[in-house]
């Protein structure tokens, strides 16, 4: 089963920044671009919630929670996609999850990495 695998999660201090990367598996390649990419977390105690995204075109949205702090991009050569977390609050902690979801629906996520912001 291909999964995605992300990285760069850690502990850091409230005010710090990290960047989460999140690879797709060469098999699905051809189907990389077209994915709407995806990268929730769940906090403790908490549903799983939905972070930021970016389609197709290259078109981003962002929770309320992190507009403004929190930025996704896309390296489609690496079959990467990368969320730059600034400004970083308690909050935040959680584990963050990449997701890849099909024009048809079909999920792809990873395993987690976990974001601790202590205060």
């Known amino acids: 089963q291909p999964q995605l695998v992300e990285s760069g999660g850690g502990s850091v201090q409230a005010g710090g920044s990290l960047r989460l990367s999140c690879k797709a598996p060469?098999?699905?390649?051809?189907?990389?671009?077209?994915?709407?990419k995806n990268w929730y977390r769940q906090a403790p105690g908490k549903e799983r919630e939905l972070v930021a995204s970016?389609?197709?075109?290259?078109?981003?949205h962002y929770a309320d929670a992190v507009q403004g702090r929190f930025t996704i991009s896309r390296d489609n050569t690496k079959r990467t996609i990368y969320l730059q977390m600034n400004s970083l609050k308690p909050e935040d902690t959680g584990v963050y999850y990449c997701?890849?979801?099909?024009?048809?629906?079909?999920?792809?996520w990873g395993r987690g990495t976990l974001v601790a912001v202590s205060s």
């Open positions: 997701n890849h979801r099909s024009p048809s629906g079909d999920d792809m």
């Open positions: 060469r098999t699905i390649l051809s189907v990389f671009t077209s994915n709407t």
């Open positions: 970016i389609g197709y075109g290259g078109n981003t």
